[in-house]
């Protein structure tokens, strides 16, 4: 059997539980399929020093983070990504074929040989929330479901990181739903919206990062969800909207409204990046730079 690459320092990452204090304010979690690993390495420098926010709210990678986040296990999500990467049951054939996408999330939800099993019962505990950003192919809006909403939260956090073009929509209530990165990339208005005072905002972008718009009129998504009008003009719009929100985000740190977290070096990451040892470098990378903010950040907290 061929063995499956993984992380050179795998067995280095920390791991043990989070405290069950719980701190106030809100936890904004960006997505980038993995470049998420960024976050994993922030979450659990964050956790480690007891900052446990009463509400997450998380878009695709950023759902998968906050799955971990809330059940308080450290080094869970840094295991699942650095370990299992190259397995086809999680990224490749065998995902595709069992899950009808590039991600395998009966694997992830499942049992790992390698992985601590999730805590489901500190996951659903009421005492935190959890908002799944999931966006609605029907509208192109984006909707945001909370883990007690009464749907289940994992079929919810399925359809947040489900990737357009390449993944079969998820069924939400009898709604077709796809990456809620496709209508709304960083979710911190709905934070603002919810009336939380205090905010922190984990990004998978170093600080200046912008995207490109394009102005063609002939776009590949008028094409695959033509009978989604409304879908493929989030898709097309998406990375305009990105733009104005990093500008948003910037313009909010710097008045003390909420505190960024950004990478502090720009990577070269991929969102399907196969190169173990540069996620492993951006794993470490999000612990340090949380490390190195704690100081402000529990000032920006009091």
Do not use: W
């Not at 470049?35 to 007891?50: C, F, H, K, N, P």
């Not at 357009?164 to 934070?191: E, H, R, T």
């Amino acid at each position: 059997m061929k063995k499956i690459q993984v992380y050179s320092g795998i067995r280095s990452l920390p791991s043990g539980r989070a405290s069950d204090i719980v701190t106030e304010g809100c936890m904004v979690l960006e997505g980038g399929a993995f470049r998420g690993v960024y976050t994993s390495g922030v979450l659990d420098a964050l956790m480690e020093a007891g900052i446990n926010m009463r509400c997450t709210v998380g878009v695709s990678a950023g759902a998968l983070n906050g799955v971990n986040y809330v059940s308080g296990q450290i080094g869970r999500s840094a295991k699942i990504n650095l370990r299992y990467r190259h397995d086809s049951r999680y990224v490749g054939a065998k995902a595709l074929r069992k899950n009808k996408g590039i991600i395998g999330f009966d694997f992830v939800f499942g049992d790992m040989k390698n992985v601590p099993p999730l805590d489901k019962n500190r996951f659903m505990d009421s005492s935190r929330q959890f908002y799944i950003v999931v966006t609605d192919l029907t509208t192109g809006k984006t909707m945001y479901i909370e883990k007690n909403s009464g749907i289940p939260p994992l079929r919810a956090v399925r359809a947040s990181a489900s990737m357009p073009f390449v993944s079969k929509p998820v069924m939400i209530n009898g709604v077709p739903c796809l990456d809620g990165g496709c209508s709304c990339k960083i979710p911190y208005q709905f934070a603002i919206d919810k009336g939380f005072e205090k905010i922190i905002v984990v990004k998978t972008r170093y600080e200046g990062f912008r995207k490109k718009v394009s102005s063609r009129q002939l776009r590949a998504e008028n094409i695959v969800y033509r009978n989604y009008p409304g879908f493929a003009a989030s898709l097309i719009n998406s990375n305009a909207d990105y733009n104005r929100q990093c500008d948003e985000l910037e313009k909010l740190a710097a008045e003390g409204r909420i505190f960024l977290i950004t990478p502090s070096e720009a990577i070269d990451i991929s969102r399907l990046e196969g190169d173990m040892e540069k996620l492993g470098h951006l794993y470490h990378m999000g612990y340090k730079d949380a490390k190195r903010s704690l100081g402000k950040l529990r000032q920006y907290l009091k």
